[in-house]
């Protein structure tokens, strides 16, 4: 397969005790199950999880420098100082940004916010804006979801100013010398959750800010759906603090008093009411994020702290336009990106891709689309006037920000966590931090680490249905991100059929899936190539997550696939439009092994023997039932490149009881016609045998004696040694030693002639062969 398969992690609960503590909440025990396997063993905290506790947020003045900063803002709000929220251009730098803009000036603080520009600034702190806010007045600057990394920036910062650092970001060993700095994963912090968003650190210091008598911990839960905004988009885990943010948030949401929220809300098409985590994920994030990553996110800014419900309709309906552009910049950044892919000889280890012109706003959308296809650690660069910036994105088991530490003397400047990074470098050190970064990876993983899993909450037996009911007591689970998934189920041995590709790129995946006395609409996004390796009425085992879908009035169950397996994979590019070179070497490219059957090792173009002759071997046909389990097991593809002279089906039967999982047949209408025609050339009929005669004597009648080479390399397309040696046998001619001369003409019939009959025969018997080879569904494949 083009892809990697996922391999399940079906995970295991108690069914007694699901039982016993769903009846104590009142709830589905699918729910309780879900929960226990999560780590939540009684009904005290299932009852907190699901419902939220009396006491969701800890002390602020816990986090390392709090009281600090706190006072020092006081003095500021209390002296009328010019305060500047210095934030970041993603979404969680926006609503952190707008957060506590709106709480200081609530608290009549003159305040402002700055956001650099991505391009001509690029991430966290820059001298030029320092020492120009520094003239425009401000004496204090808060940082927000950014700062962390900025151990020069502050080092050279006017010394007017007092620099608060709060951020979220993985701290590095030397810190800047900044006033205060609060970030939870400070060594010495002992701040009891360390997962919190940048809005989130910013929500902890309006909390702080807000205590008005000393010892009494504040209770403010203001502006909850700016904190539920940046902490879903920074897909930080929606557990703790974050979860109760976020819950608290998509509710606040529905009644809004911003209306550039409410603007923006309207103008993506999310529901104004029942809110989830989705929609910030799929509608409103995306929008907030376009303006930042293609002109200034400043605007975004605006929108949300506005009270001009013009100006905000209009700066949503500028958002909108933004998010087009950039789905169609991504769309061709991925195309290119592809391209220089199909010049790799091979894709492994690590992708690290460099182009002039690659907008720098958007290499991060693409990076995560390339992560999710070749589940391989992603660098996507920019390079600008001698400048490399990059965005960077992992898989789950290489901590992204170690890796790219360890070429810190490369580096410019870096900053970012596990999983998503940001970097900058000299664009003539990038050869040099390509070879080091893949040749890290490639010492801190394990080949198991390159394969995808999926975690399987529960597997549904015998008929057994989701419903309406169950989505909805599901939804209790709500919010669901990072940490906290939206359960994922699966059904063995479901029935597939109506398979299609659908969207307006005819990317998606669509099906139907019956199970049991139920049928199911399927959706598979982002997954139309596995079209070849469907078919209908296939069997198989689907993971999914179940989702609520209204048409026409009309409320039913939608399954939403993740992962699709089958006993054995079988793949059918066989009226593929793709030349079957191009899609060997795309198997190749992507796999460690494939093991290519042919009718003749000798036959492959040298090109594609050369590019991927590494993780190509050819094997025979006649080879291939003598081949040991153990060698077939070694190719993660095998491939079926000729069409073969031999019954498909059997060969189908001796690969599944070898125990192979995935085979790809890649012969084509092209090779069925030139094996067609080469039996009407080897195997002659009549026709055919009228042509020869003809041929022969025609030849005869110039000289005495013909050879058979010069016959053959005259009219190779018409005449085969085999027509001669029939003609020999029915007496015409005299064939010795290559030499053919003229005997004496008799009337006969070519049925006389044993080879004829005999080539007849062969002849009618493979012309079924490669018919019904190129014939057989893979239904019928998989079932002989």
């Known amino acids: 397969m083009m892809h990697k398969e996922r391999i399940w992690d079906i995970k295991e609960y108690n069914s007694q005790m699901a039982d016993y503590l769903a009846e104590e909440l009142n709830i589905s025990p699918m729910v309780t199950g879900i929960l226990l396997e999560r780590g939540l063993q009684d009904a005290a905290s299932m009852r907190d999880f699901l419902y939220g506790s009396a006491a969701p947020f800890h002390d602020p003045f816990l986090l390392k420098d709090m009281q600090r900063s706190v006072e020092r803002i006081e003095r500021a709000l209390a002296a009328g100082e010019q305060i500047t929220v210095y934030g970041d251009y993603d979404v969680d730098g926006i609503s952190a940004s707008s957060l506590l803009y709106l709480y200081l000036k609530q608290r009549g603080g003159r305040v402002a916010t700055y956001i650099p520009q991505r391009k001509s600034e690029g991430y966290g702190l820059n001298d030029e804006a320092l020492k120009n806010i520094a003239e425009k007045g401000t004496t204090l600057v808060i940082t927000v979801d950014c700062g962390i990394s900025g151990l020069r920036e502050v080092a050279n910062a006017p010394?007017?100013?007092?620099?608060?650092?709060?951020?979220?970001?993985?701290?590095?060993?030397?810190?800047?010398?900044?006033?205060?700095?609060?970030?939870?994963?400070?060594?010495?912090?002992?701040?009891?959750?360390?997962?919190?968003?940048?809005?989130?650190?910013?929500?902890?210091?309006?909390?702080?800010?807000?205590?008005?008598?000393?010892?009494?911990?504040?209770?403010?839960?203001?502006?909850?759906?700016?904190?539920?905004?940046?902490?879903?988009?920074?897909?930080?885990?929606?557990?703790?603090?974050?979860?109760?943010?976020?819950?608290?948030?998509?509710?606040?949401?529905?009644?809004?008093?911003?209306?550039?929220?409410?603007?923006?809300?309207?103008?993506?098409?999310?529901?104004?009411?029942?809110?989830?985590?989705?929609?910030?994920?799929?509608?409103?994030?995306?929008?907030?994020?376009?303006?930042?990553?293609?002109?200034?996110?400043?605007?975004?800014?605006?929108?949300?702290?506005?009270?001009?419900?013009?100006?905000?309709?209009?700066?949503?309906?500028?958002?909108?336009r933004e998010?087009?552009?950039?789905?169609?910049?991504?769309?061709?950044?991925?195309?290119?990106?592809?391209?220089?892919?199909?010049?790799?000889?091979?894709?492994?280890?690590?992708?690290?891709?460099?182009?002039?012109?690659?907008?720098?706003g958007v290499i991060g959308i693409v990076a995560s689309r390339l992560v999710d296809k070749y589940h391989l650690p992603t660098i996507l660069i920019s390079l600008n006037n001698g400048v490399a910036k990059g965005s960077c994105r992992s898989i789950p088991a290489l901590n992204l920000y170690e890796a790219i530490d360890a070429e810190r003397d490369l580096l410019t400047q870096y900053g970012g966590h596990h999983q998503a990074a940001g970097l900058t470098l000299p664009a003539d050190k990038l050869p040099e931090f390509k070879r080091r970064f893949r040749e890290y990876v490639a010492q801190k993983l394990s080949p198991e680490d390159y394969l995808p899993h999926q975690a399987i909450d529960c597997v549904l037996s015998g008929s057994s249905e989701i419903s309406i009911r169950d989505l909805e007591q599901l939804a209790l689970l709500e919010p669901c991100g990072c940490e906290n998934q939206a359960p994922v189920f699966a059904f063995r041995q479901a029935l597939l059929h109506n398979q299609r590709a659908m969207g307006k790129e005819r990317n998606h995946l669509q099906f139907v899936l019956d199970k049991g006395y139920n049928s199911y609409r399927g959706l598979m996004w982002n997954n139309a190539d596995l079209l070849p390796y469907m078919f209908e009425n296939m069997v198989a085992d689907v993971a999914f997550q179940p989702k609520i879908n209204v048409w026409n009035n009309e409320t039913s169950v939608q399954l939403q696939a993740v992962s699709i397996h089958q006993q054995v994979t079988l793949g059918?590019?066989?009226?593929?439009?793709?030349?079957?070179?191009?899609?060997?070497?795309?198997?190749?490219?992507?796999?460690?092994?494939?093991?290519?059957?042919?009718?003749?090792?000798?036959?492959?173009?040298?090109?594609?023997?050369?590019?991927?002759?590494?993780?190509?071997?050819?094997?025979?046909?006649?080879?291939?039932?003598?081949?040991?389990?153990?060698?077939?097991?070694?190719?993660?593809?095998?491939?079926?490149?000729?069409?073969?002279?031999?019954?498909?089906?059997?060969?189908?039967?001796?690969?599944?009881?070898?125990?192979?999982?995935?085979?790809?047949?890649l012969f084509n209408q092209p090779d069925l016609q030139e094996r067609l025609q080469r039996l009407a050339l080897t195997h002659p009929d009549r026709d055919a045998m009228m042509q020869a005669y003809k041929l022969v004597m025609n030849a005869l009648k110039m000289r005495t004696t013909v050879s058979i080479k010069e016959l053959l390399s005259a009219h190779a397309e018409q005449i085969s040694e085999q027509a001669v040696k029939i003609m020999e046998e029915l007496g015409f001619i005299r064939y010795n030693n290559g030499i053919i001369e003229k005997a004496a003409i008799k009337r006969c019939s070519l049925e006389d002639a044993p080879l004829y009959v005999t080539l007849q025969q062969e002849r009618e018997r493979l012309e079924h062969i490669y018919k019904e080879n190129y014939r057989l569904s893979q239904h019928e494949l998989l079932r002989c």
């Open 159 to 320: 010394k007017s100013l007092d620099i608060i650092i709060t951020d979220h970001h993985t701290v590095p060993e030397v810190l800047p010398p900044a006033y205060a700095i609060i970030n939870a994963k400070q060594r010495d912090c002992g701040y009891p959750f360390k997962d919190l968003s940048g809005v989130g650190i910013a929500f902890k210091l309006c909390q702080a800010l807000e205590q008005r008598e000393p010892g009494r911990l504040p209770e403010w839960q203001g502006l909850t759906e700016l904190a539920a905004l940046g902490t879903v988009a920074d897909i930080v885990p929606l557990v703790g603090e974050n979860r109760e943010l976020v819950r608290r948030g998509l509710k606040a949401m529905e009644t809004t008093k911003l209306v550039g929220l409410r603007a923006l809300i309207k103008a993506s098409g999310c529901p104004e009411t029942g809110i989830a985590s989705d929609n910030i994920g799929f509608g409103l994030a995306p929008r907030l994020n376009a303006v930042g990553r293609l002109e200034h996110a400043q605007l975004a800014v605006e929108l949300l702290v506005t009270d001009d419900s013009v100006k905000a309709e209009k700066i949503a309906a500028e958002l909108n």
């Open 323 to 360: 998010n087009t552009l950039r789905q169609e910049i991504s769309r061709q950044i991925m195309e290119e990106a592809e391209a220089q892919l199909a010049q790799e000889k091979h894709i492994d280890t690590a992708i690290v891709l460099a182009s002039e012109g690659w907008h720098q």
């Open 572 to 665: 059918d590019m066989r009226q593929a439009a793709d030349d079957k070179w191009r899609l060997l070497l795309g198997l190749a490219k992507v796999h460690n092994k494939v093991l290519a059957y042919t009718e003749d090792k000798q036959s492959l173009p040298a090109e594609v023997l050369q590019t991927a002759g590494d993780y190509l071997e050819l094997a025979s046909y006649e080879e291939a039932a003598g081949m040991s389990k153990e060698r077939l097991l070694q190719a993660e593809e095998i491939v079926l490149l000729d069409l073969p002279a031999y019954p498909l089906a059997d060969i189908m039967r001796r690969l599944r009881q070898q125990g192979a999982k995935h085979v790809t047949l």
